[in-house]
T-cell receptor, first 110, second 111 residues
Framework: QQKVQQSPESLSVPEGGMASLNCTSS?????YFWWYRQHSGEGPKALM?????GDKKEGRFTAHLNKASLHVSLHIRDSQPSDSALYFC??????????FGDGTQLVVKP | NSKVIQTPRYLVKGQGQKAKMRCIPE?????VFWYQQNKNNEFKFLIN????????QIDMTEKRFSAECPSNSPCSLEIQSSEAGDSALYLC?????????FGSGTRLLVI
C-alpha cells in the first residue's frame, strides 16, 4: 500500500501563476515531511522540510502541514518556467527511511 | 552541485552481467540509502546503512544485490546478475538528522 499519495499527477500553470501541490500520508507514524524537486537527468533536490503544523515560507515557496489530517501541501507563487520539474512529497518512517509519493509533474508555460 | 557523488553516471550491461555503482556520501552523514527510480519515476527503497552496518533492506536486495559501505571508502551497490527489469536510475542518499541529500544517480541500462 502506497504510504504517501500525491495529487495532481500533472499540473500546468502560466508563468507568474500559483501552483498548488498536495500530499497525504496514510501512516500516522509519519511526522516529518519534505518536498523535493527533480529536474530531468538529475537526482532529487530538497526544497523544503516541514515538521510542525502550520505554514513554512521560503521565498516563493510555502509549505503547509496539518498533522491531524496527515496532509501536506506546497504552493509556489509567481511560478517561473525554471520551476518546471517533477515534485515529490516525502515522509520519514522507521530506520530513518524516506517514503516518496509518485510525484507531480509541473509545467510552467511562458 | 550535489554533495553526494555517484559514479558512473551511466552504465550499460548485458543481461546476466554484474553491474556495480559507487557513492561517496556527504561528509559527516552517517546514514546512507540506495533507492531505485523506475521509468515511471517511482522510488523503491533498496537498502540503508548506518556507519557501515545494514539497517534495513528489501528481499530483492538481499537476494540479488551486494552492497557495502566500508569506512574510508565509497559505498557500493552491485547487481550480481543484471536483468532487463533492473534498468533504472539508482540514487544514493546520505543523511544526518533531518538533512537528506541525494546524488545525481547512476542510470543503468540492461540490454
Amino acid at each position: 500500500q502506497q504510504k504517501v499519495q500525491q495529487s495532481p499527477e500533472s499540473l500546468s500553470v502560466p508563468e507568474g501563476g500559483m501552483a498548488s501541490l498536495n500530499c497525504t500520508s496514510s501512516d500516522r507514524n509519519f511526522q516529518y515531511f519534505w518536498w523535493y524537486r527533480q529536474h530531468s537527468g538529475e537526482g532529487p533536490k530538497a526544497l523544503m522540510s516541514i515538521f510542525s503544523d502550520g505554514d513554512k515560507k521560503e521565498g516563493r515557496f510555502t509549505a503547509h502541514l496539518n498533522k491531524a489530517s496527515l496532509h501536506v501541501s506546497l504552493h509556489i507563487r509567481d511560478s517561473q518556467p525554471s520551476d518546471s520539474a517533477l515534485y515529490f512529497c516525502a515522509a520519514r518512517g522507521s530506520n530513518n527511511r524516506i517514503f516518496f509519493g509518485d510525484g507531480t509533474q509541473l509545467v510552467v508555460k511562458p | 552541485n550535489s554533495k553526494v557523488i555517484q559514479t558512473p553516471r551511466y552504465l550499460v550491461k548485458g543481461q546476466g552481467q554484474k553491474a556495480k555503482m559507487r557513492c561517496i556520501p556527504e561528509k559527516g552523514h552517517p546514514v546512507v540509502f540506495w533507492y531505485q527510480q523506475n521509468k515511471n519515476n517511482e522510488f523503491k527503497f533498496l537498502i540503508n546503512f548506518q556507519n557501515q552496518e545494514v539497517l534495513q533492506q528489501i528481499d530483492m536486495t538481499e537476494k540479488r544485490f551486494s552492497a557495502e559501505c566500508p569506512s574510508n571508502s565509497p559505498c557500493s551497490l552491485e547487481i550480481q546478475s543484471s536483468e532487463a527489469g533492473d534498468s533504472a536510475l539508482y540514487l544514493c542518499a546520505s543523511s544526518l538528522d533531518s538533512d537528506y541529500t541525494f546524488g545525481s544517480g547512476t542510470r543503468l541500462l540492461v540490454i
